[in-house]
């Protein structure tokens, strides 16, 4: 079909993703079998990739692999301890030294040291839940994502969005998922601030500080609380 399809002038489409477990086509990133398998169903997809709802099994992490080659070593494990606790501890030379030695007076107990309890790591149920009424974008690749309805009639996938440039809608569930248990794949711009700093010299010369700094909405408000001396007015944005 390459052949005759390159022959005739025509191209295959190019699969830009593939699934992260199953390895098939994918039309989004990061996608496992069983969300794929959602996916096809709830557009009804003609010649869909499975028959019946697959099981999603996720590659093994490298760290786990390790971990099982370490384990694979027990029987060299084994034969060092066996030789270790075959050897004897003392010497009769090293027992008259031991009781050659002056007694050592008890040395206190250290006091241990305070246990502090370990953050848990940042979990999805932490995440700031998504305010439809400002600009959305994939968090993945960033895209822009309009959002045509939150409504929907589905009991699952309300959200209708258009990603990009697409001209057909993507769905997702009111948590920005493309599956009930998958990961999230929106979330809200981050929105530009921005402040105006009046820069006056310091009055108190054996201050740290050398300026004094006060801050305004806008350039008219920083004019306008402007006082004599001030050396410069300076606008500061960032991401909140």
């Given at each position: ?13 190019a ?13 989004f ?13 709830t557009?009804?997809v003609?010649?869909?990739t ?6 999603s ?5 490298k760290r786990?692999a ?6 694979r070593?027990?029987p060299?494990?084994?034969t060092?301890m066996?030789?270790t ?7 009769d ?11 050592e007076a008890?040395?206190?107990a250290?006091?241990a ?5 370990v953050?848990p ?14 600009p ?7 895209q822009p ?20 440039d697409?001209?057909v809608?993507?769905?997702f569930?009111?948590d ?5 248990n998958?990961?999230?794949?929106l ?6 601030q ?10 108190d010369v054996?201050?740290?500080?050398r300026?004094v ?11 306008a ?7 410069a ?8």
């Amino acid at each position: 079909m390459g052949i005759i399809g390159t022959l005739l002038g025509r191209r295959e489409p190019a699969v830009e993703y593939r699934t992260v477990d199953g390895g098939h086509p994918a039309p989004f990133p990061d996608m496992t079998d069983e969300q794929l398998y959602n996916y096809e169903v709830t557009f009804n997809v003609p010649n869909r990739t499975f028959k019946e709802r697959p099981r999603s099994v996720r590659p093994p992490e490298k760290r786990q692999a390790a971990k099982e080659a370490h384990v694979r070593k027990e029987p060299y494990t084994e034969t060092f301890m066996q030789k270790t606790q075959e050897r004897p501890q003392h010497t009769d030379m090293q027992q008259t030294a031991t009781a050659r030695r002056p007694t050592e007076a008890p040395q206190p107990a250290q006091p241990a040291p305070p246990v502090h309890p370990v953050p848990p790591p940042l979990e999805e149920t932490s995440l700031a839940p998504l305010d439809f009424d400002k600009p959305m974008r994939l968090v993945t690749t960033k895209q822009p994502v309009e959002i045509v309805t939150t409504r929907a009639r589905h009991p699952v996938y309300k959200v209708h969005a258009y990603i990009g440039d697409d001209d057909v809608v993507t769905v997702f569930t009111l948590d920005g998922r493309l599956s009930e248990n998958g990961p999230r794949y929106l979330e809200n711009v981050p929105q530009k601030q921005q402040l105006h700093l009046n820069i006056y010299p310091n009055p108190d010369v054996h201050a740290a500080e050398r300026y004094v700094l006060t801050q305004h909405a806008s350039k008219e408000q920083a004019d306008a609380a402007a006082k004599p001396g001030r050396i410069a007015c300076v606008p500061l944005q960032f991401d909140l």
